[in-house]
C-alpha cells in the first residue's frame, strides 16, 4: 500500500509542477528544488523531494519565506551533524479549507544523541518560526534510523 501512495504522490507532483508554470515569477516549489540543488554541495548529495497539493497557488509568500528559512536550517543541520546518506523532503498542504503547510525533513543519519542535551540555535529557530505563524515544529527519530524534521503551520495567515 506505501508504494501506491508513494505514486500516487509522484503523480501529485508532477500535476501540481505543471500547473505552477503560471507567470509571475518563481514559485515556492521552484525555490524549494533550488534550495536542495544548493545544499548538494554541503551534503554529497542532492535531496528527494516530494510536493503534494497546490504548494504555488495556496501558500502565502511570508509562510513560504519562513518555509524556505526552515529547510534552510534542516538541511544544515543534516549536514553538519547527521552523517546521513539520504535526505528526503516534503511540502505538503492540506487538502481542507484554510488546512496547513507542512515540510517534513527526512534522513538517514546518525540521529539525535540521547545526552544532546537542550535544543541547539537551529532547531530552537525552527521551532520559533512554526509558532510566529501559529504552528509547530517536532524533530524525533525517524522510522529506521535517522531524524525527522515535521514543521506545520497554517497556509494562510490568520
Known amino acids: 500500500m506505501e508504494d501506491l501512495d508513494d505514486t500516487v504522490k509522484h503523480i ?31 551534503l554529497g548529495f542532492t535531496p528527494h523531494a ?5 504548494v504555488d497557488t495556496v501558500v502565502e509568500k511570508r509562510t513560504g ?15 553538519r551533524h547527521a552523517g546521513a546518506h539520504r535526505v528526503d523532503v516534503e511540502v505538503e498542504v492540506e487538502p481542507a479549507a ?5 515540510l517534513r525533513v527526512r ?5 539525535i544523541p540521547e545526552d544532546a542535551g537542550g535544543r541547539g540555535y537551529g532547531l530552537r529557530n525552527m521551532a520559533e518560526r512554526a509558532e ?9 527519530p525517524a ?7 515535521e514543521w506545520r503551520v497554517p497556509a494562510k495567515a490568520t
Request: glycine share 20%; net charge negative; hydrophobic share 40%.
Open 12 to 42: 501529485r507532483t508532477v500535476i501540481f509542477g505543471l500547473d505552477a508554470g503560471r507567470p509571475g515569477g518563481e514559485g515556492l516549489r521552484d525555490q524549494v528544488i533550488a534550495l536542495l540543488r544548493e545544499a548538494a554541495g554541503a
Open 50 to 54: 516530494t510536493f503534494d497539493g497546490p
Open 65 to 79: 519565506a519562513e518555509l524556505l528559512a526552515t529547510l534552510r536550517e534542516a538541511l544544515s543541520n543534516v549536514a
Open 98 to 102: 484554510g488546512g496547513d503547510v507542512v
Open 107 to 111: 534522513d538517514d543519519g546518525k540521529g
Open 132 to 140: 510566529r505563524l501559529g504552528g509547530r515544529c517536532s524533530v524525533a
Open 143 to 149: 522510522d529506521g534510523g535517522g531524524t525527522l524534521v
